[in-house]
């Protein structure tokens, strides 16, 4: 195998990489554009949250039960009380 030959394949695999990196950061920030653009209508996204704790940390987890989540967005949350964690993921892929 000569130099040259190496030096293509090492070239073409760094590009695939740069390529694939690309197509990840382009969806990462469609889904960015997507999610702003619900808040900007003034819907929650449920980007953040605190578990249930026991005691309290933050004033949030105050009342929850066990395996229940409760959203912290924006100045206190929209209120939204997630039983499980699949409960609250359901909800975030319905946005
Ligand atoms: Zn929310």
């Known amino acids: ?18 390529h694939d990196a690309d197509l990840e950061q382009a969806a990462m920030e469609r889904e960015g554009d997507r999610l702003a653009a619900l808040r900007a ?10 578990m ?4 309290p940390v933050y ?9 229940q ?3 912290t967005e ?5 209120e939204f ?5 699949a409960e609250w993921f359901a909800a975030v892929d319905a946005l």
Do not use: K
């Open 1 to 18: 195998m000569s130099y040259g030959d190496d030096y293509g394949t090492d070239m073409e695999a760094i590009e695939d990489l740069r």
């Open 41 to 50: 209508q003034g819907i929650c996204t449920h980007s953040s949250g605190v």
């Open 52 to 55: 249930y704790r026991n005691p």
């Open 59 to 67: 004033p949030e987890q105050v009342g929850l039960r066990p395996g």
């Open 69 to 71: 989540s409760r959203c």
């Open 74 to 78: 924006g100045t206190g949350g929209c």
């Open 81 to 85: 009380v997630a039983n499980s964690d």
